[in-house]
T-cell receptor, first 116, second 113 residues
Framework: AQKITQTQPGMFVQEKEAVTLDCTYD???????LFWYKQPSSGEMIFLIY??????QNATEGRYSLNFQKARKSANLVISASQLGDSAMYFC?????????????FGGGTRLMVKP | DVKVTQSSRYLVKRTGEKVFLECVQDMDHENMFWYRQDPGLGLRLIYFSYDVKMKEKGDIPEGYSVSREKKERFSLILESASTNQTSMYLC????????????FGQGTRLTVV
């Protein structure tokens, strides 16, 4: 079974500052993938970034980076230079890569609020 | 672009009614998912299908069933709707390549009265 834990229900960050959203996971799979999604108030789910368990380097996509610590089973999302448009719900998710079904499990989410 | 379409954005049903939520995708993806989203609980997987007529229970299948007769369509069925099934329902799809993200529909906000 897979489990994702996001311990921060809500966070504030000042515009233009960096912020880290925490994500820890638990799985018995040897190979797995970790995903972050953004959900603005409109409700759509926007894919942000992916990290494979065997990737040696931390993933980066523009202002998003993933601080992947495999031994600690954590995959924290770092957003640099926060913008007002970053205010949204953020979800961490994982999928076992050896699972024929590729079931995708989500955490409870973190609501990020960017202050001007 | 992948398009995942859910049949309704908003739905109001009465307790005891049979409810069908439809999801259609146009990208020939094998995997399809149904989640419900509730505040503080994130997205919880109800059912998952990895092929036509194949289904797997997720974390909260009780009170729900699914149907996948065609590859592009995945239906969620509430046999007898109850007020505790009032929620946002999200459909998602992905190819079998596991390092690829899932694509979501716009969601259906279901209210059971």
């Amino acid at each position: 079974a897979q489990k994702i834990t996001q311990t921060q229900p809500g966070m504030f960050v000042q515009e233009k500052e960096a912020v880290t959203l925490d994500c820890t996971y638990d799985t018995s799979d040897q190979s797995y993938g970790l995903f972050w999604y953004k959900q603005p108030s409109s409700g759509e789910m926007i894919f942000l970034i992916y990290q494979g368990s065997y990737d040696e380097q931390n993933a980066t996509e523009g202002r998003y980076s993933l601080n992947f610590q495999k031994a600690r089973k954590s995959a924290n999302l770092v957003i640099s230079a926060s913008q007002l448009g970053d205010s949204a719900m953020y979800f961490c998710a994982m999928r076992g890569l050896n699972n024929a079904g590729n079931m995708l499990t989500f955490g409870g989410g973190t609501r990020l609020m960017v202050k001007p | 672009d992948v398009k995942v379409t859910q049949s309704s954005r908003y739905l109001v049903k009465r307790t005891g009614e049979k409810v069908f939520l439809e999801c259609v995708q146009d990208m020939d993806h094998e995997n399809m998912f149904w989640y419900r989203q509730d505040p503080g609980l994130g997205l919880r997987l109800i059912y998952f299908s990895y092929d036509v007529k194949m289904k797997e229970k997720g974390d909260i299948p009780e009170g729900y069933s699914v149907s996948r007769e065609k590859k592009e369509r995945f239906s969620l069925i509430l046999e007898s709707a109850s007020t505790n099934q009032t929620s946002m329902y999200l459909c998602a799809t992905s190819p079998p390549i596991s390092n690829t993200e899932a694509f979501f529909g716009q969601g259906t906000r279901l209210t059971v009265v």
